[in-house]
């Protein structure tokens, strides 16, 4: 099993379908977003998975109402992840986990996931089995595109707002993820002046031995700084 995580605006998008074009699969391809006007390439989640472990920080799914969303009560769990005050300080506990664990193992048996992507886990990485290996990306907060910030209501007056949930994130992940799970780090910018090395950096910690094509790939980078207006 494969996570990949990150800030959102990290290109964990890219990043998934990457990986996906690598030979890992994403489960039931009725259940995966795919393509938006905003992720060309697709997005690469798993709608199942991925409620599995967002139920858990949503404030309106309560422990025994963790369904409510299958049942129509909810819309689909929503974590703010750029909301300093509206996650956790420390990752949750095997015993919170522990419904989202029992979830999580039924749809990748079900569906035959080997690969999800979820911003969440630095907070939900004990939702996955313990031999789980992640792929965490970063990218520096001022890079992160001003469309999508917008969209979630941050201006340049209050961007150091940003900083402080870049910065919180990435203190949970290196006090859960990377303190105890199996992990590679790569940065967003790396692909542009790197994106050979970095693939075959993937390639290394996953063990897969024959990717396809080099060029094949690079046409799932799309940074939205380089497409027509």
């Known amino acids: 099993m494969v996570v990949i995580t990150g800030m959102p605006d990290s290109g964990t998008s890219f990043l998934s379908v990457l990986v996906h074009n690598l030979g890992l699969s ?7 977003k795919w393509k938006s006007d905003y992720h060309p390439w697709g997005r690469g989640e798993n709608l199942d998975m991925l409620y599995a472990t967002w139920v858990l920080l949503d404030p309106r799914c ?15 769990p929503q974590v703010w992840f750029l909301r300093t005050d509206q996650l956790p300080d420390e990752p949750l506990s095997y015993e919170q986990c ?3 664990r029992g979830r999580i193992s039924d749809i990748v048996k079900g569906q035959g996931v ?11 990485y004990k939702c996955f089995p313990d031999d789980t290996k992640f792929i965490v990306i970063s990218r520096n907060w001022r890079n992160m ?20 949930a870049w910065v919180k994130w990435h203190r949970v992940c290196l006090h859960g993820i990377k303190s105890e799970r199996k992990w590679l780090q790569l940065e967003y910018e790396d692909f542009r002046s790197a994106f050979n090395f970095q693939v075959a950096r993937i ?3 996953l063990g ?17 700084e380089g497409r027509p207006a």
């Open 62 to 76: 309560k422990d025994e109402d963790v369904n409510a969303w299958e049942a129509g009560r909810i819309a689909f």
């Open 26 to 32: 994403l489960g039931d391809p009725g259940r995966i």
């Open 98 to 100: 522990a419904w989202s």
């Open 145 to 164: 595109h001003h469309d999508f910030l917008s969209f979630l209501g941050y201006t340049e007056e209050n961007i150091s707002n940003l900083q402080a």
């Open 203 to 205: 390639c290394g910690f």
């Open 208 to 224: 897969i031995e024959n990717p396809k094509s080099m060029d094949e790939l690079y046409t799932l980078y799309c940074p939205r």
């Open 114 to 124: 080997e690969l999800t992507k979820d911003a969440s886990a630095p907070w939900t």
